[in-house]
């Protein structure tokens, strides 16, 4: 099972380092963790809050269903359920306070998440009904600085980009992108155009 005693299961499956899984761990406690399941008062957890911590972070990070992760942790599929909506929302990152300025670089790019709500969904080039998830990172130091609204799965990252929102909370930085951002004004990779055998210097 993967439990938080195991490191290398919590780098794996987290992305953090032991340190900085320490840090969120006691950001969660901070924020009422160990409180009791209100729909189920008096009822004990089932994992112990270092082991609901990583059960959320899996959800979020590898996209494995509830029943997939459920034994993984030794619990129920229902179980998985509680914990991850109420442990969910204080594992969500805070928007940045600071608008990006004309020093900063950022990275854009698009994740496609499966889901069943049809009104944000459609059919996608993962054949699954999913939404186009645009995310804004800072790449020196990597955090989130924002996440746009969900647009189809089948909108590409040109038309996402726009109409998430994603666009507005780059202020003046400079923001990188691949191939699938042309005609954006984002810096992408050059690549040579029909007939041309090499990049310009």
């Known amino acids: 099972m993967v439990s938080a005693q195991r490191r290398e299961f919590v780098e794996v499956f987290t ?10 761990v006691r950001a969660v406690h901070g924020a009422g963790g160990q409180a009791l399941d209100p729909g189920r008062p008096g009822r004990p957890w089932s994992l112990s809050l270092e082991d609901r911590v990583p059960l959320v972070a899996m959800y979020c990070r590898t996209n494995l269903s509830m029943p997939q992760l459920a034994p993984l942790s030794g ?20 928007p940045a306070k600071r608008r990006p300025g004309s020093d900063d670089v ?18 996608s080039k993962n054949h699954r009904y ?4 645009q995310v ?10 924002a ?23 780059c202020g003046d930085a400079a923001v990188i992108a691949d191939g ?8 992408i990779p050059h690549r040579r155009k029909a007939g041309q055998e090499r990049l310009p210097r």
């Open 15 to 24: 992305g953090l380092r032991p340190r900085q899984f320490q840090r969120l």
């Open 180 to 187: 699938g951002y042309q005609g954006t004004g984002l810096l």
């Open 106 to 123: 950022l990275v854009v790019d698009g994740t496609l998440v499966p889901t069943r709500d049809r009104s944000v969904a459609a059919s």
């Open 136 to 145: 804004l990172i800072k790449a020196e130091t990597k955090p989130v600085l």
């Open 75 to 94: 619990i129920s599929t229902a179980a998985v359920g509680r914990i991850i909506k109420r442990h969910g929302p204080p594992l969500t990152l805070a």
């Open 130 to 133: 999913s939404a186009n998830m």
């Open 147 to 169: 996440a746009g609204r969900p647009m189809p799965g089948n909108h590409n990252g040109c038309t996402a980009f726009a109409d998430s929102g994603t666009d507005t909370a």
